[in-house]
Nanobody, 124 residues
């Protein structure tokens, strides 16, 4: 099991930017994909973006394509989600997740392990 800790959430005005971070620890020698989900009260958890173990492949949900960018650093086992042009509808709790195996990401992640989430609130 990989432990995941998200950070970087907060309050931002519409049109602004935030960068979320997810630090992984534990099974860091296992090849895993990393990704981001979000969930608002009364709604299902929504996949946003995923990145393969090597970082060679990524996949984005249509709702964030062109605005959000996922990346990762292997030296620190950290994934990032750069969020630009934020909208009020982006307000949610954002969760980091990992998939095993993670050699290729060509669709939404399943979410084998999860972080506890970080809150993002976008004011309009």
């Amino acid at each position: 099991q990989v432990r995941l800790v998200e950070s970087g959430g907060g309050l931002v005005q519409a049109g602004g930017s935030l960068r979320l971070s997810c630090e992984a620890s534990g099974r860091t020698l296992t090849e895993f994909a990393m990704g981001w989900f979000r969930q608002s009260p009364g709604k299902d958890r929504e996949f946003l973006a995923g990145i393969s173990w090597s970082g060679a492949t990524t996949f984005y949900a249509d709702s964030v394509k062109g605005r959000f960018t996922i990346s990762r650093e292997h030296t620190s086992h950290t994934a990032y989600l750069q969020m630009n042009s934020l909208k009020a509808e982006d307000t949610a709790t954002y969760y980091c997740a990992v998939d095993y195996p993670g050699w290729v990401v060509d669709g939404p992640l399943q979410g084998d392990d999860w972080g506890k989430g970080t809150q993002v609130t976008v004011s309009s």
